[in-house]
């Protein structure tokens, strides 16, 4: 079993920046990848981001070149640092993680960005 806890969410101003966090516990040396994810109001589950044990990332379109996905294998932790925020990237962001073919969500953090 792995569980994760997502920080970093809040309120900021279109332009600004903020960086989420995610830790794992339990049973981390199975995970393979981790990424984040979004879902906005009416909207589906995206993919935001995602990194692999090896460090490779993969991106969407949507926020390539402002959001950047990092991992500390040591600390069981992944980050996500969000700049040049727009209003459409508010949404509840979610933290997961895939071990043995398994996926963990986190609970989520919402993320607000004002125009």
């Known amino acids: 079993q792995v569980q994760l806890v997502e920080s970093g969410g809040g309120l900021v101003q279109a332009g600004g920046s903020l960086r989420l966090s995610c830790a794992a516990s339990g049973r981390t040396s199975s995970i393979t990848v981790m990424g984040w994810y979004r879902q906005a109001p009416g909207k589906q589950r995206e993919r935001v981001a995602i990194?692999?044990?090896?460090?490779?990332?993969t991106y969407s379109d949507s926020v390539k070149g402002r959001f950047s996905i990092s991992r500390d294998n040591a600390k069981n932790t992944v980050f996500l640092q969000m700049n040049s925020l727009k209003p459409e990237d508010t949404a509840v962001y979610y933290c997961?993680?895939?071990?043995?073919?398994?996926?963990?969500w986190g609970q989520g953090t919402q993320v607000t960005v004002s125009s």
């Open positions: 997961n993680a895939v071990m043995l073919g398994v996926v963990t």
């Open positions: 990194i692999s044990i090896d460090g490779r990332t």
